[in-house]
């Protein structure tokens, strides 16, 4: 990828990672739904995290 697209693709996973955090505290304890957020949480912080190091 280009140095724009990556750049332009971290922002976006950073600030969907934000929402994620939000949405997260937002829902209650007696769904499941918690435990999905969870895992899309972390493979955006671990696609973040790739893109960061430029992999």
Do not use: C, H, S, W
Not at 8 to 24: G, S, V
Not at 44 to 53: F, G
């Amino acid at each position: 990828m280009n140095e724009m697209a990556l750049k332009t693709a971290e922002k976006l996973l950073q600030k969907a990672l934000k929402e994620l955090d939000e949405a997260y505290l937002r829902l209650p304890d007696v769904d499941n739904g918690k435990a999905y957020l969870f895992r899309g949480k972390e493979r955006v912080r671990l696609a973040l995290e790739i893109l960061e190091k430029g992999v």
